[in-house]
């Protein structure tokens, strides 16, 4: 009997659970997000491809010094097919992710993957550092050298070196007139400096040691966010963990180390945001994200790109949730945390006594980033001095300087419009020459500090076979990172309604990698500017090869027992001709003799003796 309600009558009626569509808002959200993965994706598969068809590396210094200054940022671009040891080289990695990860899932189930990259990043970045064996209080880096001096000055109190005819070269009031956005880097080396004393570079190694080592956990920790499994974990660990570019970093005296630091803690901060259901503790997060993505901002400028992507997931995110509320105080956070990150540059000049101006116009790095000089690097958008030129042409005016640079703009695109094939081989050869450079010019700037003497590790990582060997290696890693970045993006969208929250997060990494490569392709270039976006896949990475490892790991049981099942049923086939085989032999003995008599089946001799009986005799 059934009923209009349930499957059948009865005690334990089965009842249909009717699911709930997502109201349009959710819905919505979730479009905006999957477009962004998927604007990754293209991006991630597009940088693949560039990297396995090029490879940027920098040339030797011409009056190169075995102590200091080894190469230079002129770059060899080569457009070449991977050679056999390219692609050995990729499969003796995956074998070595995926084997070491299924090993120490089965030997350590438990084992504390947080702290054990944290320490070992840890050790790798001090070990890195003590190998540079620093000497003096030089660094061959110009934007370097300034801080450094100008902190040293500040720190001690001489502020009258600031003056426009005071000291430097060039003067501190020239490079804080032309970049006043460095005052933020000036104030953090200050602080280091009144901690542990001036002049202090070994000090700054150290610090920025322990600092890349906490960014190393940081992407780790970001990568649980995104729903990685035990074994994917642990492939993200393995990741970072040969990511030398990274580890090396902490070489570079700037404020990149402590910028990318910064920013990713504002990431944490907002991925607990994002997760809160409750509205006073999603509110605490978010503020906490914005409190140190304007530390953040103010020591390294180009995290800013940090922030907007978490800024448009915060939106997207309470878009879904329908705390619209949260809307307007994330717009108005950022809108506080852009004004005070501009503050550093008021402070100094109070503090100094000196008024530096409105500096470089920001669309003069787009013109840097849109045209071919031909100058240091002889790569196309790298930096050149056009920039300082016309600030000084113009005696600072920023209107006058923005003409200049917009003329710079118009005059690129002309060019690139009435001539696509010149513009396709501009891009493609700008976007290479900062994406398919392996080392992120991670060994360039460890270079550049003097020292007493080369290390062991430090000889092998700059001269001879093994340093060509660690290139290559790194030149494997890079496509790897981009290749498995495509396919996490396409594992993310494919599995995006089975956990919103893991989503989210996904794309959080994938807008910053977006923003990352659509700024750069117009700004100024360095392949140390795309570092830490580069970094930012791998996450995505280590979900692209959990899938990859979940797959083949799939694909061997299924051949396995589809081996197995054809092997028992050949076996069954085998038994049963032989089988029939023995009963033909068994005829052929009955027709050389005495024809056996055959019995009828049991039941149908009791048929035959009833009938027998049922038979009248005579």
């Given at each position: ?5 349930h499957?059948s009558?009865g ?10 569509k997502p109201?349009?808002p959710a819905?919505?959200?979730m ?7 998927a604007l ?13 068809s090029h ?5 030797l210094a ?15 671009l080569?457009?070449?097919?991977p050679?056999p ?18 090993a120490?899932t ?7 993957i947080g702290?054990?990259i944290?320490v070992y ?5 001090l ?10 209080n030089s ?7 300034s ?11 001489h502020?009258?070196?600031f003056a426009?005819?005071g000291?430097?070269?060039p003067t501190?009031y020239?490079?804080y007139?032309w ?10 080396f200050?602080?280091i400096?009144l901690?542990v ?6 000090a ?8 890349t080592a906490s ?6 920790k ?9 074994k ?12 030398v ?6 070489g570079f005296?700037y ?9 990713l803690?504002a ?5 607990q945001?994002m997760?809160?259901q409750?509205a ?13 993505g ?5 020591i ?16 997207l995110?309470?878009?879904?949730k ?7 105080l994330d ?5 506080a ?22 500096g470089?116009?920001q ?8 045209t ?7 790569m196309p958008?790298?930096?050149d001095?056009?920039?300082?030129h016309h ?12 003409q200049?640079?917009?003329d ?5 695109i ?11 081989t501009f ?15 991670s060994?360039?700037y460890?270079?550049l500090?003097?020292?007493r003497?080369n290390?062991?590790?430090?000889g ?8 060509q ?8 890693y ?12 396409i ?10 929250d ?7 990494n994938?807008?910053?990698?977006a923003a990352?490569f ?22 995505l ?13 799939a ?6 027992s589809?081996?197995?099942a054809?092997k ?9 001709s ?6 033909e ?11 056996a008599?055959?019995s009828?089946p ?5 048929v035959?003796d009833?009938?027998?009986?049922t038979v009248?005799?005579e």
């Amino acid at each position: 009997m059934k009923n209009g309600n349930h499957l059948s009558q009865g005690p334990a009626s089965l009842e249909i659970p009717v699911l709930k569509k997502p109201h349009l808002p959710a819905r919505i959200a979730m479009v905006l997000q999957t477009v962004a993965v998927a604007l990754a994706c293209a991006i991630a598969a597009f940088l693949a491809g560039i990297s396995w068809s090029h490879t940027g590396l920098f040339l030797l210094a011409p009056h190169a010094s075995p102590l200091h200054n080894i190469t230079t940022e002129r770059m060899d671009l080569r457009q070449i097919l991977p050679t056999p040891m390219f692609y050995l080289g990729f499969a003796v990695l995956l074998v070595f992710l995926a084997g070491t990860a299924y090993a120490w899932t089965k030997l350590q189930p438990k084992a504390h993957i947080g702290l054990f990259i944290f320490v070992y990043a840890l050790a790798a970045c001090l070990l890195w550092v003590l190998a540079l064996d620093i000497t003096g209080n030089s660094f061959s880096y110009p934007d370097s050298t300034s801080l450094i001096q100008s902190a040293n000055s500040l720190s001690l109190g001489h502020f009258h070196d600031f003056a426009p005819h005071g000291v430097g070269h060039p003067t501190f009031y020239s490079y804080y007139s032309w970049y006043p956005f460095q005052t933020g880097g000036l104030l953090w080396f200050t602080l280091i400096f009144l901690l542990v004393g001036p002049d202090n570079l070994f000090a700054l190694l150290i610090l920025n040691a322990i600092l890349t080592a906490s960014s190393v956990w940081a992407i780790w920790k970001i990568s649980t966010y995104i729903g990685l499994g035990e074994k994917g974990q642990r492939i993200t660990v393995l990741l970072l963990a040969v990511n030398v570019p990274l580890l090396m970093s902490a070489g570079f005296i700037y404020t990149n180390a402590a910028g990318l630091f910064f920013v990713l803690l504002a990431v944490l901060c907002a991925l607990q945001a994002m997760r809160q259901q409750d509205a006073l503790q999603a509110a605490i997060w978010t503020f906490g994200a914005f409190a140190i993505g304007t530390l953040a901002m103010i020591i390294k400028g180009t995290v800013v790109l940090f922030v907007l992507a978490f800024v448009l997931l915060l939106v997207l995110s309470a878009i879904r949730k329908r705390m619209y509320w949260l809307i307007a105080l994330d717009i108005i956070l950022f809108a506080a945390a852009h004004w005070a990150s501009g503050l550093s540059v008021p402070l100094v000049e109070h503090i100094v006594g000196q008024k530096f101006g409105g500096g470089l116009p920001q669309l003069s790095w787009i013109a840097i980033g849109l045209t071919h000089s031909g100058g240091a690097t002889w790569m196309p958008g790298w930096w050149d001095a056009s920039a300082i030129h016309h600030y000084v042409i113009y005696k600072g005016n920023t209107a006058l300087q923005q003409q200049a640079a917009q003329d710079t703009i118009r005059n690129a695109i002309n060019g690139f419009t009435s001539d696509p094939q010149s513009a396709s081989t501009f891009f493609i050869q700008k976007l290479a020459s900062e994406w398919a450079e392996p080392t992120y010019q991670s060994l360039l700037y460890s270079s550049l500090s003097p020292r007493r003497a080369n290390s062991s590790l430090l000889g092998a990582a700059m001269f001879g076979p093994s340093s060509q060997l660690l290139v290559s290696f790194t030149n494997v890693y890079q496509f790897l990172l981009y290749a498995f970045c495509t396919i996490g993006c396409i594992r993310g969208i494919t599995a995006r309604k089975k956990n919103r929250d893991a989503f989210e997060a996904l794309c959080l990494n994938a807008c910053i990698i977006a923003a990352g490569f659509l700024c750069f392709l117009l700004w100024e270039a360095k392949s140390v500017y795309v570092f830490p976006f580069a970094a930012m896949m791998v996450p995505l990475a280590g979900y692209g090869l959990e899938w990859l490892y979940s797959a083949a790991r799939a694909l061997i049981r299924f051949v396995t027992s589809t081996f197995i099942a054809s092997k028992s049923i050949v076996l069954k086939r085998t038994q049963r001709s032989g089988s029939e085989v023995a009963v033909e032999d068994r005829s052929a003995d009955g027709h050389s003799g005495e024809i056996a008599p055959i019995s009828a089946p049991v039941e149908q001799q009791g048929v035959n003796d009833r009938k027998v009986d049922t038979v009248p005799t005579e």
